[in-house]
C-alpha cells in the first residue's frame, strides 16, 4: 500500500480540531508525527492513503465517527511506574499524615485520582504505596480513579498487564507483592494483582470538558505532564476544575515541568515545588 500525506487544508483541519476538542496544539513541526500515527486508521479503514482519510474526516462527513480513534493516535501518553518518585514519597511521607491528623479519630478513607492516567502506571504505583500503608494500619481503605481521553489506552490500563521491562522501577518488594509473572515465561509479561486492580478504575474524561462528572471530596489528584500541551487560559481553567474536586487540605500533583501553572490557580496554595493544597477556595466546590 502506498501512503501519501495530507492535504495542507485537513491537515489544518485536523489541528484545529484536536485543539477545540482536547486542547492540544499541533504546529507544522508536528505533522510527520502526526501522519505516521495515523497512518494506521488509514489501514484501519480500508483507505488507500493519507489524503483519501483527509477526505474521509471533511469531505465525507466522517469525523465524529472517527474521533475518537483520531483523539488516540494523535495524543501522547508517556507514563512509567514511579515515575517522578519524589510525588509518591511526598504522597507516604507527608500527605498521608496530614490527612490524617485532619482527619482526627475517624478511619482514613482515602480518593485518589490519576487525571491523565495513560496505560495505567501512575494509579497502580500510587495502589502499591497506598496498599503498604493499609498493611500497617496509617490507611483503611483507599479507591483511585484513572481518567484519560484516549480509549485505546483506558482499555490497556483495565487490563493492568505490562512488559517486565515496563516495571523494572518497582522495587523489589513490591514487584513481589503485586505483580503477579504470566503462565507463558516466553510472554515475559506481568499483571497487577487482583487485589489492587479491585481498588482502581477508569473512566474517560476530557479535561477540556466544562465539568467533570466524578466526586468533589478527593484528598490527592495527580495531573502530571499534561498541562505543558494546553495554553495558559485552558491550563488556569483545567486546574480551577480540579481544585473544586478536592476536599479542604486535599493534595494535586503537577508534573516537574509545569510548577508555575499551579501558582496562579483559585484556591491552591504551594507546599513544595508542583504539589499544593487546597485551601478551601474552591475546594469541593462544583466548578460547572
Given amino acids: 500500500m502506498s501512503y501519501d500525506h ?3 487544508k485537513h491537515f489544518t483541519a485536523i489541528a484545529k480540531v484536536i485543539e477545540s476538542r482536547v486542547g492540544i496544539k499541533l504546529p507544522q513541526t508536528k505533522r510527520t508525527m502526526v501522519e505516521g500515527r495515523l497512518r494506521r486508521r488509514v489501514r484501519a479503514l480500508g483507505l488507500p492513503g ?3 482519510y483527509g477526505a474521509h474526516l ?3 462527513n466522517g469525523l465524529e465517527q472517527e474521533l475518537v480513534h483520531l483523539i488516540d493516535c494523535v495524543t501522547t501518553n508517556k507514563t512509567d511506574f514511579f515515575r517522578e518518585p519524589s510525588h509518591f514519597e511526598f504522597l507516604r511521607d507527608v500527605a498521608v499524615p496530614q490527612l490524617a491528623q485532619r482527619r482526627g479519630a475517624r ?3 482515602l480518593k485518589v485520582w490519576s487525571a491523565a492516567s495513560s496505560t495505567g502506571a501512575e494509579a497502580y504505583t500510587a495502589a502499591m ?18 481518567t484519560d481521553v484516549s480509549t485505546e489506552v483506558l ?4 487490563s493492568a498487564i505490562y512488559p517486565r521491562s515496563f516495571v523494572a522501577p518497582v522495587p523489589a518488594a513490591m514487584q513481589q507483592r503485586y505483580l503477579m509473572r504470566s503462565k507463558d515465561a516466553r510472554a515475559d509479561m506481568v499483571r497487577v494483582v487482583p487485589e489492587l486492580r479491585r481498588l482502581v478504575h477508569f473512566e474517560r474524561l476530557n479535561l477540556m470538558d466544562d465539568s467533570y462528572p466524578f466526586d468533589h471530596d478527593v484528598d490527592v489528584i495527580f495531573c502530571r505532564n499534561v498541562l505543558i500541551y494546553f495554553d495558559k ?8 476544575r480540579l481544585a473544586s474536586h478536592l476536599r479542604p487540605g486535599g493534595y494535586l500533583m503537577l508534573g516537574h515541568s509545569e510548577s508555575m501553572a499551579g501558582g496562579g490557580a483559585e484556591g491552591l496554595r504551594s507546599v513544595v515545588p508542583t504539589v499544593f493544597q487546597a485551601t ?3 475546594a469541593g466546590r462544583s466548578a460547572a
Avoid: C, M, N, W
Fill in 107 to 109: 478511619p482514613l478513607d
Fill in 6 to 8: 495530507l492535504a495542507d
Fill in 280 to 282: 478551601g477556595a474552591a
Fill in 233 to 240: 487560559p485552558t491550563q488556569q481553567a483545567v486546574l480551577s
Fill in 129 to 146: 504505596v497506598l496498599q503498604d500503608l493499609v498493611a500497617v494500619r496509617k490507611v483503611s481503605r483507599f479507591s483511585i480513579l484513572g
Fill in 50 to 52: 493519507l489524503k483519501a
Fill in 58 to 60: 471533511f469531505d465525507r
Fill in 155 to 158: 482499555q490497556e490500563a483495565r
